[in-house]
């Protein structure tokens, strides 16, 4: 007997996310770095909630899926948009048919941008200290 589900991989900076929908109630099932987490205190800003969310609530499938997301890595910010990607293309595998409005809302871009690396001679990637003429 095969569970059907639906899988998406999001990442942020150095964030990755696994991301597994199962039809169910709507429960969410957070693994954080091997360790099982309450959602709600792992993410206990309401923009994190929100952000994480917005997937669902733009397709109207909050309630069709148990989320089940393995997520590490990272901070928490980078975790919530890399979970927002991961949920956005596992939805799309559920249902092709989501995909414009899931694209309208720029759900499905990757941000790619990453920590810029710290150069020799100065004191963080672009900080330096002070000049001074004599």
Do not use: C, W
């Not at 360790?35 to 909630?49: A, C, G, Q, S, T």
């Not at 991961?86 to 995909?99: C, H, M």
């Amino acid at each position: 007997m095969s569970i059907v589900q639906y899988y998406g991989t999001g990442r942020r900076k150095t964030s990755i996310a696994r991301v597994y929908l199962r039809p169910g109630k709507g429960d969410i099932k957070l693994i954080v770095n091997k360790r099982k987490r309450v959602f709600d205190e792992y993410f206990p800003l309401k923009i994190h909630k929100i952000t994480i969310n917005k997937p669902l609530s733009i397709t109207n499938t909050l309630e069709n899926f148990d989320i089940f997301i393995n997520v590490y890595g990272g901070g928490v910010s980078a975790q919530t948009d890399a979970i927002k990607l991961g949920l956005a293309r596992a939805l799309l595998e559920y249902n092709t048919e989501l995909r414009p409005a899931l694209k309208k809302a720029g759900m499905l871009t990757r941000d790619a941008r990453e920590t810029e690396r710290k150069k020799y001679g100065l004191l963080k990637a672009r900080k330096a200290s002070q000049y001074h003429k004599r």
